[in-house]
């Protein structure tokens, strides 16, 4: 049986609850974390069609980018749309879970399918949160264990590379040590030097996972006292952050992009803001409303940028500073990285039962 605690599980992996800002009301608004998931719906809003579709499905999980509840509800009663919202998932026992601006700044989150959809390729972040170094873990473990060490390492965030999980290495040799009076070996004798064959485990580490993913080693070892040790690597850190800036594959005209971007995401009303015969190449963009980082796309040397919810004097600004802009929408700039949800969800959860649907 799949739960909304393993949905929440594999969706803390994609997009981990700490890269959200700080007072945004992301994770479980709604619901029973042990219920029984069956049918999911993706969509970027808490909107009545999302939650009316999503109770026409029989659907047992809504996950979506936008909070249905930003400040907490001093009531639950009719007459507040979002009260009403709420009222509709309990009773038809619908859980609801939020991520917003951990997906917005995890790796392979918003920005980057954006990035992807639009062709910009080397991407980096435009604007710098955090940085995750990278470390090491090297345990000693006994053949019968290794295996059972390596998974719960995995599954608590080591051993990830790129577009690969699980990734770990490991060498046979031969341990030795005299357990003293107080210890409980699982091996050997009090006072008698023992010598056993063990697999040293090697497995690479983002910071924000270190104390978890040595927690559960730890709890997996079948060592009263376990051998390990941490390496800080020198490594490139991961990046997190609002937005991307990368470089087209080809230049182009500003207005022949804008015309990608409109028929890319599908945008009914798209507006532009400079010359559409100047020739770009370096491309910012930032899904949803994107106008604080104007200044960073300057800096990172962009030719346009592509967000959403531009105002008038934001508009004046960058294009005094030489930045010319494309407004795709808030909601067009987000949707895509909600289906490429989807996507990743329904590989995870292969071979079950679950359904998974994007709706809006």
């Known amino acids: 049986m799949i739960t909304v605690a393993d949905l929440i599980d594999e969706l803390e992996n994609i997009a981990p609850s700490d890269l959200a800002d700080d007072n945004d009301p992301i994770g479980l608004q709604v619901g029973d974390t042990n219920a029984e998931v069956r049918q999911v719906c993706v969509a970027v809003d808490a909107s009545n069609s999302v939650v009316d579709t999503a109770v026409q499905r029989d659907a047992d999980l809504v996950i979506a980018h936008h909070p249905l509840i930003y400040r907490p509800l001093s009531s639950v009663t009719t007459g507040d749309p979002v009260a009403e919202r709420v009222m509709k998932l309990v009773r038809a026992e619908i859980a609801f879970f939020v991520m917003h601006t951990n997906f917005d700044t995890a790796p392979g989150g918003t920005n980057d399918v954006l990035a992807a959809k639009l062709g910009v390729m080397d991407t980096v972040p435009l604007t710098n949160r955090r940085e ?189 500073l030489g930045l010319s802009l494309i407004d795709a929408g808030h909601f067009e700039t987000e949707k895509p990285g909600m289906v490429s949800l989807v996507d990743r969800l329904r590989k995870t959860f292969t071979g079950s039962s679950i359904e998974i649907d994007y709706i809006e």
């Not at 910071?207 to 709890?219: H, K, N, T």
């Not at 941490?230 to 087209?248: D, S």
């Open 132 to 320: 995750d170094k990278f470390y090491k873990i090297v345990v000693f473990v006994p053949e019968e264990a290794v295996e059972q060490v390596r998974d719960a390492m995995a599954e608590a965030g080591a051993g990830r590379i790129g577009q690969y999980t699980h990734c770990s290495f490991r060498t046979l040799g031969t341990g030795s040590f005299v357990p003293l009076p107080a210890a409980q070996p699982y091996i050997g004798t009090h006072g008698e030097l023992e010598e056993v064959e063990e697999y040293r485990l090697e497995m690479v580490c983002a910071g924000s996972w270190l104390d978890q993913v040595i927690a559960e080693m730890l709890d997996k070892h079948p060592y009263d006292e376990v051998a390990y040790d941490v390496y800080e690597l020198a490594n490139e850190p991961i990046i997190y952050g609002y937005g991307r800036v990368g470089t087209l594959e080809n230049e182009t005209s500003l207005g022949e992009f804008a015309e990608l971007v409109t028929q890319t995401l599908n945008v009914r009303f798209p507006r532009l803001y400079g010359d559409p015969n100047r020739i770009v190449k370096r491309v910012a963009l930032c899904s949803g409303g994107g106008a604080s980082h104007i200044r960073e796309a300057v800096q990172l040397e962009a030719d346009v940028y592509v967000t959403g919810d531009l105002k008038h004097h934001q508009i004046a600004n960058a294009l005094d």
